[in-house]
């Protein structure tokens, strides 16, 4: 071949890539204008055009600024960061593996190569928080394949068992257990961490733990709401801690009705009721401070109240009788406190912990408690005849008069 043939040759390539080149950054240029414009079916066929030219920009603005298919948005994004772009190699492993949370998208492997290849061809690519996310990575990679086909055909997995952000590690949850998949198993359960989770943070902390369990087989049980760390998995941590303790109060009820003396049961439930609309109203009004300083939240607050109540009767049914001797008059010292009180709350509420209680709080609360006292003497007279309702209610009337008497001594600390 002659000097001149390989000279011609070589020109061409050249000439090729450099009118690739042009092209690219003229479709880009383009579509920019069409998608600033407003026309943006226009736009997305001219980064389509790019994008065929491999370049990452028009890559990444088609799955950034327009709706497409989650394969597509990936598909795109994971292109665009093995050319280097540092903006998709984010929502690459996003879509793969941080915010997938899927048994048939997430794919760690996939993941971690294309995080290979853009170090390789932009080595100044770098992730927040990236070391943590690669060791996350690679600890999903040890676990080995999951063969989420075989998955869900063994254990008829449904759309139903895997729509919701946290479905897929209550899985998790349920092969920490054992029962639905067999005995507990600490490889399956980080499986299951991996494919599952929406939100970086708390996946790298769920597969930390579920990794460590497994390389040390232990069979520590796995719970979702050891890591929510946003607003929305608190309050899908507290619906759950609501169901689940509606659950437990349903159970401990029925358990207890089944046990009672006199013919009591009926009063029970009712008794029960209003009894966890009093504690609700106090854990909110009375014990701020309270609850902060034992780092309880409401919900536990009422709900130790509520089965302390439950043991409290319990114990009547089983023959506990108070002593019921008072030097003073209970109904009047209540009184007494109770008038001091609202009358210092009239002059200023208490400011505590960016809350306020005002003495329209204070008096709502003390209807409920009327009730409450009602209610349970009643209960307690059925279940214990040998101290008179007008003595129960006497008894719950002195602890009242403590209550408020907690709530006079935070309005003093407040100044």
Request: hydrophobic share 35%; charged share 25%; with cysteine.
């Amino acid at each position: 071949m002659s000097k001149s043939t390989i000279f011609l040759l070589v020109f061409t390539s050249f000439f090729h890539q450099l009118t690739f080149a042009q092209s690219s950054v003229q479709y880009m240029q383009m579509a920019d204008k069409a998608f600033d414009a407003g026309d943006k079916q226009k736009s997305l066929e001219l980064y389509r055009k790019a994008a065929v030219l491999k370049n990452p920009d028009a890559h990444y603005a088609i799955a950034y600024k327009f709706i497409v298919t989650q394969e597509e948005s990936i598909y795109h994004f994971s292109e665009a960061a093995k050319l280097g772009h540092a903006a998709a190699l984010d929502k690459a492993l996003e879509g793969l593996f941080f915010r997938s949370s899927s048994l048939t998208v997430t794919n760690p492997q996939l993941a971690y190569d294309i995080y290979l290849q853009a170090k390789k061809v932009n080595p100044n690519v770098e992730m927040y928080a990236e070391e943590a996310e690669v060791a996350t990575l690679n600890k999903c990679i040890e676990a080995g394949y999951f063969d989420f086909k075989k998955f869900i055909n063994q254990y008829k997995i449904t759309e139903k068992d895997t729509i919701d952000n946290y479905s897929i590690w209550e899985l998790a949850e349920d092969a920490s257990r054992g029962g639905r998949f067999g005995p507990p198993n600490p490889k399956l359960t980080l499986q299951l961490v991996c494919k599952g989770g929406w939100v970086p943070a708390e996946k790298i902390y769920a597969v930390r733990d579920a990794y460590d369990n497994w390389k040390e087989n232990k069979n520590a049980k796995f719970n979702v709401c050891d890591y929510p760390s946003n607003a929305e998995g608190e309050a899908y941590c507290k619906q759950r801690s609501k169901k689940e303790d509606i659950k437990n109060y349903s159970e401990r009820l029925k358990k207890l009705s089944g046990r009672l003396k006199n013919n009591a049961a009926p009063l029970l439930t009712p008794a029960f009721d209003i009894a966890k609309q009093f504690f609700d109203s106090k854990a909110v009004i009375e014990q701020h401070s309270v609850s902060l300083s034992k780092n309880q939240s409401r919900e536990q607050l009422v709900l130790n109240q509520s089965f302390a109540y439950l043991d409290f009767i319990d114990s009547i049914n089983n023959g506990y009788s108070p002593t019921i001797n008072f030097i003073t008059d209970p109904d009047k010292e209540l009184n007494e406190v109770y008038k001091v009180v609202i009358a210092e709350l009239l002059k200023s509420p208490i400011q505590v912990h960016g809350s306020e209680i005002t003495d329209i709080d204070l008096k709502g609360c003390q209807r409920l408690w009327i009730k409450y006292r009602d209610s349970s003497a009643k209960l307690f007279t059925k279940l214990n005849p040998s101290i008179s309702d007008a003595d129960w209610r006497k008894y719950l009337t002195k602890i009242r008069t403590g209550e408020l008497k907690q709530l006079q001594a935070l309005r003093k600390s407040k100044g």
